[in-house]
């Protein structure tokens, strides 16, 4: 079976620097993007980037653009996300995905287009 297990989370100060990590099993990822989405206490889930597997494209939410990278090691095979510049807002449980199939240019940035899910991994950011 698929398994996305996230790691790497922890409590920081504003403006340090946290590296999740996504280590993913069970299948081949060469026509999937791996996402990461992050939940706060009371709001809904929201994209905060994905990469295609095959290629290395990403794609990022705007809040985090210049903050945060998406990265992939082929042969764990693991995806990261590098996140510095931290903020309090950026306090939430994060999550790895990935999708089943995925044919297009772009990496997907939606909830419903990805189809495997990790436990999550909790960030705190103190100011």
Do not use: H
């Not at 060469?30 to 809904?44: C, D, V």
């Amino acid at each position: 079976q698929v398994q996305l297990v996230e790691s790497g989370g922890g409590l920081v100060q504003a403006g340090a620097s946290l590296r999740l990590s996504c280590a993913a099993s069970g299948r081949t990822f060469s026509n999937s993007a791996i996402g990461w989405f992050r939940q706060a206490p009371g709001k809904g889930r929201e994209f905060v980037a994905a990469i295609r597997w095959s290629g290395s494209t990403t794609t990022y939410t705007d809040s985090v653009k210049g903050r945060f990278a998406i990265s992939r090691d082929n042969a764990k095979p693991t995806v990261y996300l590098q996140m510095n510049s931290l903020k309090p807002e950026d306090t939430a449980v994060y999550y790895c995905a990935a999708t089943t199939y995925y044919s297009g240019t772009n990496p997907p940035a939606r909830t419903s287009d990805f189809g495997y899910w990790g436990q999550g991994t909790q960030v705190t950011v103190s100011s």
